[in-house]
């Protein structure tokens, strides 16, 4: 179940115990099968990610629509453009 707060997302992705560049790897694969304009949500472990997929969207034109961390899991929501 979704916090009320949180963004609807249509793909998730467990990234969670993969190091750089791995879940960057897999997010390029996920976005491959899907539309524009689709929410994947990635959870990561990997505390370089935060940067990581900053650059991934900056490079990609993939809108990184929000980040947060929790307990040493990061939450990135990227909108497929």
């Known amino acids: 179940m979704q916090n ?3 963004t609807a997302f249509d793909r ?3 990234a969670r115990g993969l190091n750089c560049p791995l879940p960057i790897l897999r997010t390029k694969k ?3 099968d899907m539309q524009p304009g689709q929410i ?3 959870i990561a472990t990997d505390p370089g990610s935060v940067r990581d997929f900053q650059a991934f969207s900056k490079q ?3 809108e990184l629509l929000e980040y947060s961390s ?3 899991e ?3 929501l990227l909108r497929k453009k």
Request: hydrophobic fraction near 35%; avoid cysteine.
């Open 12 to 14: 998730d992705l467990d």
């Open 70 to 72: 929790d307990s040493g």
């Open 4 to 6: 009320e707060n949180e």
């Open 30 to 32: 996920a976005l491959n």
């Open 74 to 76: 990061f939450r990135f």
């Open 60 to 62: 990609t034109g993939n």
């Open 40 to 42: 994947l949500r990635i």
